[in-house]
């Protein structure tokens, strides 16, 4: 079992940068696919790119440049680095862990999932 907890959201203004971390808990951490999800109020949650057990990333083409996703297993860690924020990227992030999550299908099959941390861009 792996246990998700995010940090590092907050208030901030319209080109401002912001780095969530996600604390895992687990004593198979590194077997896991880690993705970022966010959702903004009255909208679906959206995938926001994952790094799989062997390190290889699934990024979003609409976010390249701007968020990149990195894991550090040593330290049992996730981060998102996002640049340039904007209003519309105001929403709650979540960390997610999946044992089975496809390569084809990146977004689907995650077992586990922090609680979230609110990111507000005001403009």
């Known amino acids: 079992q792996v246990q998700l907890v995010e940090s590092g959201g907050g208030l901030v203004q319209a080109g401002d940068s912001l780095r969530l971390s996600c604390a895992a808990r687990?004593?198979?951490?590194?077997?896991?696919?880690l993705g970022w999800f966010r959702q903004a109020p009255g909208r679906g949650r959206e995938f926001l790119g994952n790094?799989?057990?062997?390190?290889?990333?699934t990024n979003v083409d609409s976010l390249r440049g701007r968020f990149t996703i990195s894991r550090d297993n040593s330290e049992k860690a996730l981060y998102l680095q996002m640049n340039n924020l904007q209003p519309e990227d105001t929403a709650v992030y979540y960390c997610?862990?999946?044992?089975?999550?496809?390569?084809?299908?990146?977004?689907?099959?995650?077992?586990?999932w922090g609680q979230g941390t609110q990111v507000t861009v005001s403009s």
């Open positions: 997610a862990a999946g044992r089975y999550v496809r390569r084809e299908t990146p977004t689907r099959d995650y077992d586990y």
């Open positions: 687990g004593p198979t951490f590194d077997m896991y696919t």
């Open positions: 790094v799989r057990f062997d390190g290889s990333p």
